[in-house]
Each structure stands twice: as C-alpha cells, then as structure tokens.
C-alpha cells in the first residue's frame, strides 16, 4: 500500500533538494490523480525551466513536455486546442509561471482554456541560486535583494479570480489534505483551473533568510498561511505577511 | 508518402504570394496554426482562420510571436502539422523556441515574410535580411531549411515542400519570402494531386535517437501511451537529461547536424540559367532573382555571356553546387537585398572574384540596376 504511487513514477530517485517542498506537491498530484482513477495515458504533463518544472519531468511515467522558461502554458495550449481529448496539467515554478510566463498566463485563462495549472510557489528562482521574483515576501533576503526585498508578492490567485477564471485556489505543502482534495478539484472542473501551491526552498530561500533547516521553514509555512475565513477578521496591518490559502472562487477555507 | 487531394478544385487561380503560401499549407495537410499578426503576413493568419472553418483545422491567435511558436510546437506534439507566419520583429521573437524546436526535432513550418529592417524598420517595404537569422538566429549551432520562392507559383509549391520536409526530417523548415512576392499577385496552377510525406511512427521506439542511416528517429504524437519525455535540455535517445556526459552532448549535435548535412543533396534545389558559355555568373534568389534574370536575357542579346545560378533553397547552402559552377567562371555577382548575406556565403566556397551587391532601401532591385552593376564589370 505504501508504494502503490511507484506506478506513476519513473525508476529514478528525485533530483530535489533534502527538505524541497516540492516532493510533497508532486505527492500531493499523484494522489490526487490516482484517487480520480485517472488514467495516466490519457494526461499531458507540461513544465517550463526551473525547480518546478523538475515535479513532472521526468519523475512522472506518462507523457510530459519540458518546454523554455516561461511558456509551458503557451505550449500546452497548441496541445490541447488540436487534441482536446488529452487531460493537460502544467505543473511550473512561480517565476516561470507569472514572471517570464506571466502574459501567457492570463490569456490562458482569458481564453479559458481546460487545463490545470498548479504553480509551485518557492517564492524565488531556486535553480539560478535564489532571485527574487513576483512571490518573494517583503523585505525577504534574496540574491538580488540583499537589502531586503522592495516589493510586496503580487495577488495572482485574486487576480484570476476577480477575472472570472472556473477555479482558483492557494494552498500550502503544509496543508496536504486540503492540497489533494484543491487538486482534485481543479482536475474535474472544466475550463481553466489554477493552485499557487506554496512550498518550501530551504537551500535558497531558508538559508538567506534565517530558515536553514527543512523544519524551519515548514513551520515559517504554517505560521504564515491562514485561512480566508481568518484573514477576513483581521486588520490589514496583521494582515502584512500573511500568506492567505483557500480557494477563491467560491468562498471555502 | 501519400497522395493526396488538393483542398481547391485543381486549375487556374489568381494569388498573391500569401494567399499561395495559405493554400499550400491547406495542400499539404496543415491542420493547426498558431500566430500573431504583424505586417507583411497577417493575410496568411487571416486567410488560414476562414478556410480552417471548412477543412476542419485548429486556429488560434495567440498573444505574442512567443505563444505562436510554441503553440505549434505543442500542438506537433499532439499530431498536428503546424505552421505559423511572421515577419522581422516577430521572427526575432520566436527564435528561442526555434532552437527548442530543433532539439526537440519538432516538424514545424515558420513563414517569414521579409521585410525593411532593422527592427521595426519598414513594415510595407521589401528586403532579404533575415537569411542569416535563419540558421543562426538560436543559440548553439544547428541546421535548418529554408526555401526562397520567385514566384507566386514557387510559393505555392515550396509550402507543401516545406511541410514534406519537416516531416521527413523531424526539423523546422523556414519559408524564407520576401514582402514583395507575399504582395505580388500572379496566375498559379494547381494540381489534382500531391506528394505528401508524414513523419516516421513506431511504438515503443527510442524517439530522440537512431541508428538509422537518414539519422531521423520516429515520432510518438502525446496520448499514445509512449512517455514520452520531450526536454529543450541535453539528452538521450529516450528524452532523459543528460546535462553532464559529454559524450551525450556530442553525439546529440552531431546527429542533430548531421541529419540535415548528410541528406543536402536530397534537399538543396536550384535552377540554371544561360551557364554553358558564361562569362561572369550571376548568382540570386527570390524576388531579385526575376530581375536578374530579366537583365541577363537583355545583355544576351547585346552579345554578353552571362549566366544565372538561382537559389531555391537557402539553407543548406548549395556549397558543392557554388563550387562546381564557379570552377568554370570566374567572376561572381551577387545581387541581394541586403548587406551581403548570401555572397559572404559564395566567398567562403570560391577562389575567384565575388562581387556583391546590396541595395537596402526598401526596394525591389530593378533589372537596369542589375545590368547596369554587370556592365561596369564586363
């Protein structure tokens, strides 16, 4: 029982780092996909540059296209326009996703199309070394914000939301049942469908910013994360670095 | 190799050269295309949307010149024969993913329709300075090809070659036009039937490596259960990454060079004019190649011997065919619309005198201008 999800994986040990958030999401995706009875021939796993895009390719044993930073989604929509039988799922980096990605983002969910995008949100380019990019918190220690990071992470999730995208939600590797059921929902909802997963990056992210350890950081996670339902009742003072997980598009925590 | 009914009732038409180019890609079985308008081509993306409503292919205009190369390449994945149109600015957009396609040997089809530069330069005037861009516009070193037609005819014929092409040799093949043939409007005959060429299958092959001799491996299509593992990254014939073998590395560019190389002679296409007796050779290709032409048949008849080597395919370059020709004659002209990318080309292959012309103002070369340039040399 325990090794049932092998059947999904290619015999190679992951390339993620000791304590990567990332294992947990891509465990998360396959027991989301497995408990839909989902037949893995019938997916299309599409992933841009970075550690997000290692989740699928090439740990998962079905069909997956690694695509040039940023445009995983621009791909996976020429696939799915001309085969609409093929499930499509485009796991991807925060910074591949919404930095460099970010405009074929919103025009796949502009034009609604019917795939699943989960956004593995480390909050940095991890592969580079540790950059800043659209999701790094406040004043975090980045290798291009020695300073302190200048910029608030961008509200994504809210803006496809507000857009009108089917299904829209953000959870954490530190929320792993609502992570799975989130995923599974998105996979049976037709149209668009994204999750901001947020994860962990100890080696780039903890390190600068006094998490070293994986345990750090996955605490710094869960004293971050809060529900919707929460995050109503508090200040907008209070609210300054919190990350807010739920879905947002029908008002469930 | 298929024969196939052309989508329009075989006969006589009236084209402009984007309209041939659209109806070749029809002919040829295209049945996705993702683009982005930009002057000179979007009347290819916009003819290509109407008639895909009745014969039944997949339209999509994207965002940006980054999302139509890369919905096509996707969509290739998926089965499709795939094609998308640009011109300069655009062209320089898509070229990462150009490089992506090679590695990847994605068959693809990339329409540009040149036009003045650099950058936005003149968006309505002519010129061919997007030849080296062609085969070196991605990083790293790679092959491509790349057709030139004269005529709105050869447009025509050359989009259903270039498809044949990128099936065959799991490569991006580049009509290399030019905006003065994407707006020249001429008579075309089209044919009842059509050689057409689909890419190699067999399942559970390796799809990224091959000892066959051709060098080209057969290529799973997404939902046919292979697992498939497509990566732009370094890797094996099974798609694994393999960032840290060199010999992985050499073996991949070697065959993904080679594969076009070795097979130039089966590629390359060209045509000869009046060489026989010739004294000096003129050696052009697209729009400038009609008024070369033009002007050697007037010197003929003033008693000049010249001749006319015409380039239909610009990559690879007909290097051995240069040579041979050039073995015979001693002085070279090479007219173009640009700065001297196809002489500096010549000059690498030819002991002789190669004389280039370029005339870069956004308009045709006209054929006094060329006769004129022969007579200062003769």
């Known amino acids: 029982m325990a090794r049932d999800l092998e059947k999904y994986l290619r015999n190679r040990p992951t390339r993620f780092c000791a304590g990567c958030g990332h294992g947990i999401l891509l465990g998360a995706i396959l027991r989301a996909i497995d408990e839909l009875g989902i037949d893995i021939d019938d997916m299309l796993f599409v992933c841009g540059i970075g550690c997000g895009g290692w989740i699928p390719s090439p740990n998962i044993n079905g069909d997956s296209l690694h695509t040039p930073h940023g445009r995983a989604i621009a791909f996976a929509t020429g696939a799915k326009m001309f085969n609409p039988k093929l499930k499509v799922m485009v796991i991807s980096g925060d910074g591949d996703l919404m930095d460099i990605g970010g405009n074929h983002l919103l025009h796949a969910a502009w034009r609604n199309i019917d795939l699943t995008v989960i956004c593995a949100n480390n909050m940095l380019y991890g592969m580079t070394g540790g950059q800043a990019c659209m999701l790094t918190p406040k004043d975090a220690y980045t290798q291009t914000t020695t300073q302190g990071n200048p910029y608030y992470p961008f509200k994504f999730c809210e803006v496809l939301a507000a857009a009108g995208t089917p299904y829209v939600a953000r959870y954490a590797v530190t929320q792993p049942f609502q992570l799975i059921r989130s995923i599974k929902k998105a996979l049976q909802t037709t149209g668009f469908t994204f999750i901001e997963a947020v994860s962990t990056c100890p080696t780039q992210f903890g390190r600068r910013n006094q998490l070293g350890t994986p345990s750090d950081m996955l605490k710094f996670l869960k004293e971050k994360c809060i529900t919707r339902r929460k995050a109503a009742s508090l200040s907008k003072e209070e609210l300054k670095g919190k990350i807010v997980t739920g879905e947002f598009t029908d008002g469930e925590d | ?378």
């Open chain 2, 1 to 378: 190799m298929v024969l196939r009914k052309s989508v329009l009732l075989p006969g006589t038409y009236y084209f402009s050269g984007n309209e041939a180019i659209t109806e070749g890609a029809i002919a040829a079985g295209c049945n996705f295309y993702g683009g982005y308008p930009i002057t000179p081509s979007t009347e290819i993306m916009e003819r290509i949307s109407v008639r895909f409503i009745d014969t039944g292919g997949v339209f999509m205009q994207m965002e940006d010149e980054l999302g139509a190369i890369g919905s096509i390449i996707g969509a290739s994945w998926a089965g499709a024969k795939a094609m998308t149109a640009t011109s300069g600015p655009g062209f320089s957009l898509m070229q990462e993913s150009i490089g992506y396609a090679v590695m990847t040997e994605t068959p693809i089809v990339v329409v540009n329709v040149q036009r003045a530069g650099p950058s936005t330069g003149q968006s309505v005037r002519v010129a061919s300075g997007d030849i080296m861009q062609a085969k070196w516009g991605s990083h790293g070193d790679y092959q491509i090809i790349a057709f030139c037609p004269w005529s709105v005819q050869e447009a025509y014929n050359q989009t259903v070659q270039a498809f044949n092409l990128a099936e065959k040799y799991r490569v991006p093949v580049f009509l290399l036009t030019e905006e003065a043939i994407g707006h020249l409007r001429e008579r075309i005959e089209v044919s009842r039937n059509m050689e057409i060429f689909n890419r190699k299958k067999k399942p559970g092959a390796a799809p990224f490596g091959t000892k066959e001799s051709d060098g080209v491996p057969p290529m799973p299509t997404f939902g046919e259960g292979e697992k498939l593992l497509i990566t732009g990254s370094t890797h094996d014939e099974y798609g694994i990454r393999r960032v840290s073998s060199p010999s992985v590395q050499a073996k991949l560019t070697s065959r993904l060079n080679n594969k076009i190389l070795n097979n130039r002679d089966k590629i390359i296409d060209y045509e000869v004019h009046y060489i026989d007796d010739a004294d000096l050779l003129v050696i052009a290709y697209g729009f400038t190649a009609r008024s070369a032409l033009f002007a050697i048949e007037e010197l003929r008849q003033r008693g000049k011997k010249i001749g006319m080597l015409r380039l239909k395919t610009l990559w690879p370059f007909a290097d051995k065919t240069v040579k041979d020709i050039s073995g015979k004659i001693e002085k070279i002209f090479v007219p173009e619309m640009n700065r001297g990318q196809i002489a500096g080309e010549v000059m690498k292959y030819v002991c002789g005198d190669v004389v280039s012309y370029s005339q870069t103002n956004g308009e045709v070369i006209h054929p006094e201008t060329i006769a004129e340039q022969i007579r200062r040399l003769c």
